[in-house]
């Protein structure tokens, strides 16, 4: 594994332990998840304790030590999105991508989350793609959003 990035976004940071989490964010970003490898590096440049790394990336719900898939799909399942339909927008999700909350598709191209909410109340139900918000989700909507992903795959691989 190509840990010169690791060392970029440490340098960026001026190790600083402060910077932990921002650190483990940035990896993240990069690696899809966060390597073994890639944590003992950290807790090197840093001069903690891996456990201490271990410790603050188990804690958050938004790291991962497992790889993830390319695209991460986050479904609000808070009241506001839970009332409007956000338990059958899940149900959709699982039988299009094959997966339950917190697991990958096998192809590592999606990531599926839930979170209780995404500050966005007004517009639920909603989904989060990568980075970006699609309000007033409907389960068609969710099927569509993730056919639309694969066949842009398909017309970049065929
Ligand atoms: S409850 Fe879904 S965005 Fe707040």
Redesign the pocket.
């Known amino acids: 594994m190509d840990l010169k990035p690791v060392d970029l976004i440490v340098d960026k940071y001026q190790e600083k332990r402060t910077a932990l989490i921002s650190i483990l964010h940035d990896v993240q970003d990069k690696y899809k998840y966060l390597p073994e490898e890639a944590l003992r590096m950290v807790a090197s440049r840093l001069r903690m304790d891996i456990n201490e790394i271990y410790g603050v990336a188990t804690f958050y719900k938004s790291f991962s030590l497992v790889p993830k898939g390319k695209h991460s799909i986050t479904l ?1 399942m ?5 009332v409007r339909g956000g338990p059958k927008i899940l149900r959709e999700l699982k039988s299009v991508l094959h997966i339950e909350p917190g697991q990958t598709t096998s192809d590592r191209q999606f990531s599926l989350n839930v979170v ?6 007004a517009i ?3 989904m989060m793609v990568d980075k970006r918000f699609y309000g007033e989700m409907s389960p068609l909507r969710a099927r569509k959003i993730i056919e639309t992903i694969n066949k842009k795959r398909s017309g970049v691989e065929s």
């Open positions: 609000c808070g009241t506001a999105c839970h209780n909410c995404l500050g966005v109340c639920g139900p909603v």
